[in-house]
């Protein structure tokens, strides 16, 4: 079965700085990997996801995720958070006939 | 206007009571999905369906039901609620393709169940 970890509860940084949200998967074959996005009030929005092919993928709002074979990884980064970025971030893995599998959900809060 | 709706946005009720949450979608897409999220668990997948006559159990389905009136609506409904299902309830939707298309959410149910 497929599952999704993602270790970090609750991150906290301050505006301008990087930022780093982890995700760890496990599946057999190669997954589908995307990074959701949960404003306030608001149903999730799809901030990226990988396919296949370069491992790098960009996505909305200036994030990009990561996709490391070896490590099980596809942690999402951005280089400068804005104040709009402070939100609920939820990493899922799927398969071609599986269904999505969501992880616990990263609480983002950006300081002024 | 939003593509996939749900109503009502927020329900309080009591145990024991039936609910159902209504979910639609002006996509075009067949499949549509309803999840539950609950705090420090994620999206959990109660019920989907692939086209108006095709209906599966999610992970959690049990005290759950639903109904795909048509290819636009599907409907999730709780015969006897009990508190433990109050939670955040999402509908999504999805296309038929080759690869594995990205879902797209309503803006959520926010259901009390005293």
């Known amino acids: 079965a497929q599952s999704v970890t993602q270790p970090d509860i609750h991150i906290t940084v301050s505006e301008g700085a990087s930022l780093e949200l982890r995700c760890n998967y496990s599946?057999?074959?190669?997954?589908?990997l995307f990074w959701y996005v949960q404003s306030p009030g608001q149903g999730l929005q799809l901030l990226l996801k990988?396919?296949?092919?370069?491992?790098l993928v960009q996505g909305i709002k200036g994030f990009e995720a990561e996709f490391k074979r070896s490590q099980s990884s596809f942690n999402l980064r951005k280089p400068s958070v804005h104040w709009s970025d402070a939100a609920e971030y939820f990493c899922?893995?799927?398969?071609?006939?599986?269904?999505?599998?969501f992880g616990s959900g990263t609480q983002l809060t950006v300081l002024p | 206007d939003a593509d996939v709706t749900q109503t009502p946005r927020n329900r309080i009720t009591k145990t024991g009571k039936r609910i159902m949450l209504e979910c639609s979608q002006t996509?075009?897409?067949?499949?549509m999905y309803w999840y539950r999220q609950d705090p420090g668990l994620g999206l959990r997948l109660i019920y989907y369906?692939?086209?108006?006559?095709?209906?599966n159990k999610g992970e959690i389905s049990d005290g759950y039901s639903v109904s795909r009136q048509a290819q636009a609506k599907f409907s999730l409904s709780l015969e006897s609620a009990i508190p433990n299902q109050t939670a955040l309830y999402f509908c999504?939707?999805?296309?038929?393709?080759?690869?594995?298309?990205?879902?797209?959410f309503g803006p959520g149910t926010r259901l009390t169940v005293l």
């Open positions: 999504a939707t999805s296309e038929v393709g080759q690869t594995y298309n990205e879902q797209f």
């Open positions: 599946y057999g074959a190669t997954p589908y």
């Open positions: 990988y396919f296949s092919g370069d491992t």
């Open positions: 899922a893995v799927g398969a071609f006939g599986r269904q999505l599998t």
């Open positions: 996509k075009g897409h067949d499949r």
């Open positions: 369906s692939f086209d108006v006559k095709d209906i």
